[in-house]
């Protein structure tokens, strides 16, 4: 027979336990009665103690490893209890995904004192803690409890969820603490009233890098993708289903010390955002029609209390239909409809409602629009620029600089560009890091003659500026005796004397 290796390697049964990496994942010293890396099947609730539960070893070069391996389909969850490790010296690498260091994610490496017990959940079934030492004086100590971990109907909310006309909280389980890795959360949210739509406000979003969250318009995964969320958000987002039902899912595969997301939903399609950018769109947008005999209303406001500007991504509206613009006032700004192209829509107030009136008799694919804070007023040198049209730090606006002869872009973003494309985006933020400012381009100092000197010069090394040469007593000058700055920083040629 032989020995068979985490990594699908096989070697002499002979070489197990030797004190040597044959298998090269160090499979082949698990569980070793002279070592202090071990394997254990995580079935029911565990303690590890260090140094105790790893056989005491010695001071020194320190390099442990616990090996812990749930029932497929089941997480892990450590909670550290106590740990006390020499900063710099003494660290505990805690990793997940495989059965050993090479095939397997670091989750987090931890040092110091530990003041509160702390959890931590693997991606999937496995789990390794790595204790490193390098401390001949101090010996590393901690106590850890695990067990395999489910998510049981204690923790885990109905999938069947039923809007009303009051807002209801959903947030995914261990929110705020911790995304469980390998998990596909389902949930379908129907309107109590069979006439009425759903409405989804994103309360919070902060995904780990691999999870994502998904809303479709229906009750089935086949329906069209109205939304998909990746990452973290900072301002509150609606999503709005076309019909009765609306379907979403939440993927995560490793997971981590991410909050998740929290949501709050409804039956009815109204909105309140109270923030410095965001888009607004018909019921169902993108996937289908938005639905006949509805009136929706969303009220905006810019917390800080300054101008916004609308802008339209897509507009197609029945001619019988409407969306209305009112200001904080409620009067009428503009009124909406058709599929022709929209001009950008300032609201200098920073408040406004939209209304949007469906008939019941035609419907069509609908709009969606964005809002945002202008952007900081652009750092620009006007006497050296060309800029085309007039600069404006208006959500959506763009212009571009050029710089006079003689002048260039001097900052790194931008150097030798021959022009610069400025676009002001959402949540104020240009597309640019720095403004390009045009700043006069220098020749270098006046260059010397031989059998010559500078008789005069305009005193500036910038564009056109000039310098006059002559040549000594006994010596004759050929060429031009004046030279000239040009916009490429370089002189013209020099004369010489003869």
């Given at each position: 027979g032989s020995?068979?290796?985490?990594?699908?390697?096989?070697i002499n049964p002979n070489l197990k336990c030797d004190g040597q990496d044959d298998c090269g994942d160090r499979s082949d010293e698990l569980d070793c009665p002279t070592t202090c890396t071990q394997k254990v099947l995580v079935k029911a609730l565990g303690t590890y103690t260090y140094p105790e539960s790893a056989k005491n070893p010695a001071p020194g070069n320190v390099d442990c490893i616990l090996v812990l391996e749930a029932d497929p389909g089941k997480n892990i969850e450590l909670k550290i209890e106590n740990l006390s490790l020499a900063d710099g010296a003494e660290e505990l690498v805690l990793l997940d995904g495989g059965q050993t260091l090479d095939a397997s994610r670091e989750i987090r490496r931890i040092s110091g004192n530990l003041t509160s017990p702390q959890y931590f959940y693997s991606s999937n079934n496995m789990m390794i803690l790595n204790v490193l030492s390098t401390s001949l004086i101090n010996a590393p100590s901690f106590r850890v409890t695990y067990g395999p971990f489910t998510l049981g109907a204690d923790i885990l909310p109905s999938n069947q969820l039923v809007a009303t006309d009051e807002y209801k909280e959903l947030e995914n389980p261990l929110y705020t603490d911790y995304e469980l890795g390998s998990q596909d959360l389902t949930y379908t949210i129907k309107a109590e009233n069979p006439r009425k739509t759903v409405t989804v406000e994103i309360l919070e979003q902060d995904l780990a890098p691999d999870s994502q969250v998904l809303f479709r318009d229906g009750d089935k995964v086949t329906d069209g993708l109205l939304a998909t969320l990746r990452g973290s958000y900072r301002g509150n987002h609606y999503v709005l289903s076309s019909g009765r039902e609306l379907y979403f899912t939440k993927q995560t595969r490793l997971g981590g010390k991410h909050k998740g997301i929290k949501i709050r939903y409804k039956q009815g399609c109204s909105a309140q955002l109270n923030q410095v950018a965001g888009y607004i769109s018909s019921p169902g947008f993108s996937t289908s029609n938005y639905p006949n005999g509805m009136v929706c209303r969303w009220e905006v406001k810019n917390p800080d209390g300054s101008a916004l500007t609308i802008k339209f991504d897509r507009i197609n509206i029945s001619l019988e239909d409407k969306l209305e613009i009112y200001d904080e006032n409620s009067m009428m700004l503009k009124s909406y409809s058709g599929s022709a192209k929209q001009d950008p829509l300032r609201i200098p107030s920073g408040k406004f409602s939209a209304v949007f009136r469906a008939t019941t008799s035609f419907n069509s694919e609908g709009f969606n629009l964005s809002f945002s804070q202008d952007c900081?007023?652009?750092?620009?040198?006007?006497?050296?620029?060309?800029?085309?049209?007039?600069?404006?730090n208006f959500y959506g606006s763009s212009f571009t600089v050029n710089c006079t002869l003689g002048s260039a872009f001097l900052q790194e973003e931008h150097k030798n560009q021959k022009q610069v494309l400025m676009v002001c985006g959402a949540w104020g933020k240009w597309n640019v890091n720095t403004s390009p400012k045009c700043m006069s381009v220098l020749c270098p100092k006046a260059p010397g003659l031989e059998n010559g000197y500078v008789a005069s010069s305009t005193g500036s090394l910038e564009y056109k500026g000039?310098?006059?040469?002559?040549?000594?007593?006994?010596?004759?000058?050929t060429g031009?005796?004046?030279?000239?700055?040009?916009?490429?920083?370089t002189w013209t040629a020099l004369p010489s004397c003869t």
């Open positions: 020995f068979h290796c985490s990594n699908g390697h096989c900081p007023e652009p750092d620009l040198n006007i006497t050296s620029s060309i800029i085309s049209p007039a600069a404006s000039t310098i006059t040469y002559e040549c000594y007593q006994g010596f004759a000058i031009p005796k004046t030279v000239t700055c040009q916009s490429d920083g």
